[in-house]
């Protein structure tokens, strides 16, 4: 379970399979030494092998992979019936990080993922029939409220909450959850090297970076430095970076320096 949107030699990275699981599903004839062979593999590119049946397998890839899969691309296509305002504006380029992260996957090979699929219709059917009825009702939800029903907002907020305690359960990095991080946002200017510089000051500082997000838009002056540390941490890695004079957003929205 890796990879990106991207293919070919230009996408290659050495470091792809690295702390990602690797599902083995060997059948009634596969013999230990093959299944061993396989584990092999897996443990030499990196990942981290897991054991279960086929249609395990293929429950749990609908669920974490095909259904996001689908809802990127649906959100995505109603991007294409957006047309200009009045003013002549695209609205898309109004677009931030939200609809960046959430239609990322929707630049995937339509041909692959069709193959895919269908070869996993049975399971990924009943998982978009179930994401439709939330979106229906969270329709309904918001005419009610363009109604002036309160009953509207009641619903909403309770999808909302659903989905942060659904979205509490997704790994960040292997062994770990979104709760168990906590993300120190640093705004830097559109000029070379301003991302090397926030790490060698995170290393300076001892902070010890999970991962690493980048949100920046072509021709906009600055981007934000997004330093994934455990929770515990971050208090500290915001006071050491805006010590070392990078500008801190705060969780407010502020700042605490300025590089």
Same mark, same amino acid.
Do not use: Y
């Given at each position: ?33 093959? &299944? ?14 897991? !054991? ?33 305002? !009045? ?72 999808? &909302? ?26 705004? !830097? ?10 790490? !060698? ?15 920046? &838009? ?42």
């Amino acid at each position: 379970m890796a990879g990106r949107e991207r293919s070919g030699p230009g996408a290659a990275d050495a470091d792809l399979f690295a702390g990602r699981p690797w599902a083995l599903c060997p059948s009634s004839s596969t013999s230990p030494a093959a &299944l061993e062979a396989a584990r092999a593999l897996a443990l030499r590119c990196g990942s981290e092998p897991v !054991v279960l049946a086929a249609d395990e397998h293929d429950a749990a890839v609908a669920l974490v992979s095909h259904l996001p899969q689908i809802a990127a691309s649906a959100v995505a296509a109603v991007l294409l019936r957006a047309g200009s305002t !009045v003013s002549g504006l695209d609205p898309v380029s109004l677009a931030g990080p939200g609809l960046q992260d959430t239609t990322r996957i929707a630049a995937s090979d339509p041909q692959l993922w069709v193959d895919v699929l269908r070869q996993n219709a049975a399971a990924v059917g009943p998982l978009v029939r179930s994401l439709a009825e939330e979106l229906d009702a969270a329709a309904v939800a918001l005419e009610r409220l363009a109604a002036g029903q309160d009953a509207g907002a009641e619903a909403l907020d309770d999808l &909302l909450r659903r989905g942060g305690a659904g979205r509490s359960r997704v790994p960040v990095k292997r062994g770990g959850h979104d709760s168990d991080f906590a993300p120190v946002a640093v705004a !830097v200017p559109d000029h070379p090297g301003q991302l090397a510089g926030v790490l !060698v000051s995170a290393a300076e500082a001892g902070i010890n970076v999970e991962d690493v997000r980048v949100e920046h &838009l072509a021709g906009r002056p600055r981007g934000v430095i997004e330093l994934l540390v455990r929770t515990g941490a971050r208090a500290g890695a915001e006071r050491a970076l805006a010590a070392a004079g990078w500008t801190v957003l705060e969780r407010d929205g502020g700042r605490t320096a300025r590089n």
